[in-house]
T-cell receptor, first 111, second 116 residues
Framework: AQRVTQPEKLLSVFKGAPVELKCNYSYSGSPELFWYVQYSRQRLQLLLRHISRESIKGFTADLNKGETSFHLKKPFAQEEDSAMYYCALSVNQGGSEKLVFGKGTKLTVNP | GAVVSQHPSWVICKSGTSVKIECRSLDFQATTMFWYRQFPKQSLMLMATSNEGSKATYEQGVEKDKFLINHASLTLSTLTVTSAHPEDSSFYIC????????????FGPGTRLTVL
């Protein structure tokens, strides 16, 4: 069965420190993975997707099929990065695609 | 950018009544919309996939007769919680997929439902 695991419920770092939010997935098909972010009192928004191989707000994520991981990284965290981060996997089921979300990691960047 | 709106943003109703929540894609057409439910401090759980002009596809364990979904146009999907009970109290979030240009799901701000 498809599953997304984010092992850390909470993550706290100091401003300027590197940050890594972990995400592991389980899926028999070809994985398509995303990171979504939810800032306080705002809606969920797409941060980045693995097929784009882009860096958004200094964040990057590399798909590692061998380790079935898609960890989100940023070399120097900023206070404005404090938010809830969700890793999501797009799965094809019955001809339609849907997103399966991890439980999320709350990142707090302290001054 | 693509925007998805939800109405109402919050609603309080009495047990046994029905509540309708609207989800609109404001500047793009969405043949597919999704309805999620989010419990406090938990992740989003997909309830159903709403397809324009056809029946919704419900996830296992979701009562289709209780959560009625209608996707009558390319920009509007509605979720009706029928005969609501306190256990239906939750945060309901919709998303719409822009197939044509970005192939990205855009999320609405959510609707807080409280059933007394």
């Amino acid at each position: 069965a498809q599953r997304v695991t984010q092992p850390e419920k909470l993550l706290s770092v100091f401003k300027g420190a590197p940050v890594e939010l972990k995400c592991n997935y389980s899926y028999s098909g070809s994985p398509e993975l995303f990171w979504y972010v939810q800032y306080s009192r705002q809606r969920l928004q797409l941060l980045l997707r693995h097929i784009s191989r882009e860096s958004i707000k200094g964040f990057t994520a590399d798909l590692n099929k061998g380790e079935t991981s898609f960890h989100l990284k940023k070399p120097f965290a900023q206070e404005e990065d404090s938010a809830m981060y969700y890793c999501a996997l797009s799965v094809n089921q019955g001809g339609s695609e849907k997103l399966v979300f991890g439980k999320g990691t709350k990142l707090t960047v302290n001054p | 950018g693509a925007v998805v709106s939800q109405h109402p943003s919050w609603v309080i109703c009495k047990s046994g009544t029905s509540v309708k929540i609207e989800c609109r894609s404001l500047d793009f057409q969405a043949t597919t919309m999704f309805w999620y439910r989010q419990f406090p401090k938990q992740s989003l759980m997909l309830m159903a996939t709403s397809n324009e002009g056809s029946k919704a596809t419900y996830e296992q364990g979701v009562e289709k007769d209780k959560f009625l979904i209608n996707h009558a146009s390319l920009t509007l999907s509605t979720l009706t919680v029928t005969s609501a009970h306190p256990e239906d109290s939750s945060f309901y979030i919709c998303s719409a997929r822009d197939f044509l240009f970005t192939d990205t799901q855009y999320f609405g701000p959510g609707t807080r439902l409280t059933v007394l």
